[in-house]
C-alpha cells in the first residue's frame, strides 16, 4: 500500500517557468489538498478538492493552479515561477464524509523541495 | 474561523523525563483535533486525535492528549521521553464541514 506518492522529490526552477508537481493515492480518499510549509508558518492550504472534478481554493491559492480529472491524482500547477514560492509542498488525502464532516486524520506525501532561482 | 496556537517554538526535554508540548485553539463549534509528527525530509505524521468522549487521548509511539474545553488546549504529552521523539510537532483543529487547519509546529529536542 503506497499511500500518498508525490514527485519530483526535488526540484530547481528559474523564475518564470513553470512546471507540475504530481501527486497519487490509492487509498480511494474523496478528499485531497495541497500545502506548502516554511519556517515557523505551520502548513497553508493552497488547493483542496472533494471528489473527481471538484476543487476550491485555500488559504494561498495565488500562482497555482489544480484539476481533479480521476480520484487518484490531484497535481499542482506553478504558473509562472516566482522566487516567493520556494517552499516545501506536501500533498494529503483524506476520507472526506458524506457531508465533508469526517474526523478521519490526512495522510501525507513526502513532499517536494522547491526552489526558484 | 479555526486557528490554532503552539505557544513554543522550541521544547528540550531530558531523555526518561516527561514531555508536555502546548496546544491551544479557538473554533465556533465543536473541533476534532490532531497531533501530528514530521520527522526530518519526511511527510506528517498521524499521531492520535480527539473527537469526542474521554478528554484522555492515546496514540501512537506512548503519546497521549489532554482535552480541555474550558482552556481550549489540546495539550501533548509523554510519560518518559526518547531521543528518538526529537522531530517537529504540529497540532490541528478541523471543525464541522471545513477544512484543516495546522498550528506553526513546536521543534521537540530530547536530550540524551
Known amino acids: 500500500n503506497a499511500g500518498v506518492t508525490q514527485t519530483p522529490k526535488f526540484q530547481v526552477l528559474k523564475t518564470g517557468q513553470s512546471m507540475t508537481l504530481q501527486c497519487a493515492q490509492d487509498?480511494?480518499?474523496?478528499?485531497m489538498s495541497w500545502y506548502r510549509q516554511d519556517p515557523g508558518m505551520g502548513l497553508r492550504l493552497i488547493h483542496y478538492?472533494?471528489?473527481?472534478?471538484?476543487?476550491d481554493q485555500g488559504e494561498v491559492p495565488n500562482g497555482y493552479n489544480v484539476s481533479r480529472s480521476t480520484t487518484e491524482d490531484f497535481p499542482l500547477r506553478l504558473l509562472s515561477a516566482a522566487p516567493s514560492q520556494t517552499s516545501v509542498y506536501f500533498c494529503a488525502s483524506s476520507y472526506s464524509g458524506p457531508l465533508f464532516d469526517s474526523n478521519q486524520p490526512q495522510h501525507f506525501g513526502d513532499g517536494t523541495r522547491l526552489s526558484i532561482l | 474561523a479555526q486557528s490554532v496556537a503552539q505557544p513554543e517554538d522550541q521544547v528540550n526535554v531530558a531523555e526518561g523525563n516527561p514531555l508536555t508540548v502546548k496546544c491551544t485553539y479557538s473554533?465556533?463549534?465543536?473541533?476534532?483535533l490532531f497531533w501530528y509528527v514530521q520527522y526530518p525530509n519526511r511527510g506528517l505524521q498521524f499521531l492520535l486525535k480527539y473527537i469526542t468522549g474521554d478528554n484522555l487521548v492515546k496514540g501512537s509511539y506512548g503519546f497521549e492528549a489532554e482535552f480541555n474545553k474550558s482552556q481550549t488546549s489540546f495539550h501533548l504529552k509523554k510519560p518518559s521521553a526518547l531521543v528518538s521523539d526529537s522531530a517537529l510537532y504540529f497540532c490541528?483543529?478541523?471543525?464541522?464541514?471545513?477544512?484543516?487547519?495546522f498550528g506553526p509546529g513546536t521543534r521537540l529536542s530530547v536530550l540524551p
Open positions: 478538492s472533494v471528489g473527481a472534478g471538484i476543487t
Open positions: 487509498m480511494n480518499h474523496e478528499y
Open positions: 473554533v465556533s463549534g465543536n473541533p476534532y
Open positions: 490541528a483543529v478541523r471543525e464541522y464541514g471545513q477544512n484543516f487547519v
